[in-house]
């Protein structure tokens, strides 16, 4: 029990990190890359990215999820998995380059083509690097998986990808990034794992491993089909520079929130999983997960939401001047879609996954009903993402209520959302207060980004002091002393 407490606060850490450095790393390089692409261009990186998503669920079936989640693994489980990726991947590849043109002529977009071609040049690369994130992810060695993140970001995205976008290359930059990300990741995670790469055709080695699986992958098509209605649609019925402010405005906010509660996920499904049959520790462990994930997010949503100006100016420039009204709306949706996240990962580390799975199917049938709605009767891209908002919200109910059947634990699951729904209040009040004048006198943009960063900083860490224990409260007490120790070391020796 010990262990597996210490090896989860250990890979906790390295998440946390990871979220950090790739936090601040990806808003550079959005702030860069908005600067260099037109919002049409970005509407065609957009349907791309939905393509490119798909073609990665089938390259993977729930199998990753699946060798974190089965109790004993053999070597000819993780063969059948790396033979079901491969031959899943390839499948994709060609799928993707014969439906290309296809994709092209019926969202109107002649350049998705050349685009789409280059993100399924990635799919065999991604099937490896599945493989290798999900063996180290059910051993919790999460220093390799933060090590080719955050290696395939700077040299992948902010080399390749930045470098193709300043020299011309338009939206297909993107295809090159995705392509130098997935090849770094697939060398340096395979470095760590080394594991077999053996094909076996034996029938008897896929049957346990797709017995998880295939309820996964049903439930992960859901999710898939849900979390690109809106593109999909946009992208059929709205001009493709609408669809561009829609994904910025979205990857500006969404991204970085769900970016830290997938980080914290990732980390605490093989934990979720390893206690599944002790109730009360699972209980302990979901409880100061969600209070952890709620303080962060919510704290991040309430700055946002004021700031929506600034982040706008300084994070997309001045061709997105028309997507404030979206950043708010997505700042408000992000507390409930990181939650959403960590029940759903509940769900699947217990196998709960049939309520889960008509969950998803409500979910999905319901938002595409109301998209369709929407434009009818002639709604903005403004109205499509408040629908977004609504369905998020109320996902995020039916699933808290499947948690709660889990845990046990209603009372706990309300207070974590009471002192979430405080923090982001009290952030968005200091912000009130502190930025709504200053930016009212005309302070400089670059003075008032920076006066909202540290706000919102502080205002981060007096809602962790002030909130209930939990593990990211007791990481930060933990912290101090040793910073503080390390200073005067420092400090001392440079006085000597």
Excluded at 25 to 30: A, I
Excluded at 410 to 438: K, M
């Amino acid at each position: 029990m010990t262990n597996l407490k210490s090896r989860t606060v250990t890979a906790v850490k390295w998440s946390y990190l990871s979220m950090a450095i790739g936090t601040v790393l990806g808003l550079v390089f959005t702030a860069i890359l908005s600067r260099l692409l037109t919002p049409s261009e970005f509407g065609v990186v957009a349907i791309a990215l939905v393509l490119q998503r798909f073609g990665q669920f089938i390259g993977d079936l729930g199998v990753g999820q699946a060798l974190v989640q089965k109790p004993e693994l053999s070597d000819e489980d993780v063969q059948a998995a790396f033979t079901s990726s491969m031959g899943l991947g390839l499948l994709a590849t060609v799928a993707a380059w014969l439906l290309a043109p296809l994709a092209g002529r019926y969202f109107n977009m002649p350049d998705l083509v050349a685009v789409f071609r280059g993100y399924a040049a990635a799919y065999l690369l991604t099937a490896m690097v599945i493989i290798s994130q999900s063996l180290l992810r059910r051993q919790l060695k999460f220093r390799p998986l933060v090590i080719g993140e955050l290696v395939s970001l700077v040299v992948g995205h902010g080399l390749f990808g930045l470098g193709a976008a300043a020299l011309g290359f338009g939206a297909f930059s993107l295809a090159i990034s995705q392509i130098a990300q997935a090849l770094i990741q697939m060398l340096i995670l395979y470095a760590y794992t080394r594991h077999s790469l053996r094909l076996t055709l034996r029938p008897d080695s896929y049957r346990t491993l797709y017995a998880f699986a295939t309820r996964v992958s049903l439930i992960n098509f859901l999710e898939f089909i849900s979390s690109n209605l809106d593109s999909l649609i946009l992208a059929r019925l709205y001009p493709s520079a609408a669809l561009g402010l829609y994904s910025r405005s979205y990857k500006a906010v969404g991204t970085p929130a769900m970016s830290f509660a997938k980080s914290l996920t990732r980390v605490l499904a093989p934990s979720f999983s390893a206690v599944q049959s002790e109730p009360e520790r699972l209980r302990r462990a979901h409880h100061s997960a969600l209070l952890a994930l709620l303080i962060v997010t919510s704290c991040v949503a309430g700055g946002i939401f004021v700031a929506a100006p600034e982040v706008v100016a300084v994070l997309m420039g001045s061709q997105f001047v028309g997507a404030v009204i979206l950043v708010k709306i997505f700042a408000v949706a992000v507390p409930f879609m990181t939650s959403s996240n960590l029940a759903g990962v509940m769900a699947e580390a217990t196998a709960n996954l049939s309520v889960k799975l008509r969950i998803q199917a409500m979910y999905t049938v319901g938002l595409a009903l109301a998209f369709w709605t929407v434009f009818s009767l002639g709604g903005s891209v403004a109205a499509i993402a408040g629908v977004l908002l609504g369905g998020t919200i109320l996902r995020n109910l039916g699933l808290e209520l499947l948690t709660r059947s889990i845990v046990g634990s209603g009372r706990e699951i309300l207070q974590s959302y009471g002192v979430g729904l405080l923090s982001g209040l009290g952030t968005a009040a200091a912000f009130y207060v502190v930025v709504v004048p200053l930016r009212s006198l005309g302070t400089p943009l670059p003075a008032l980004f920076l006066t909202e960063l540290l706000v919102g900083a502080v205002a981060l860490m007096v809602a962790i002091h002030l909130g209930p224990p939990n593990e990211l409260k007791s990481m930060a007490l933990r912290a101090v002393p040793a910073l503080s120790s390390r200073f005067r070391r420092v400090t001392g020796q440079r006085g000597q």
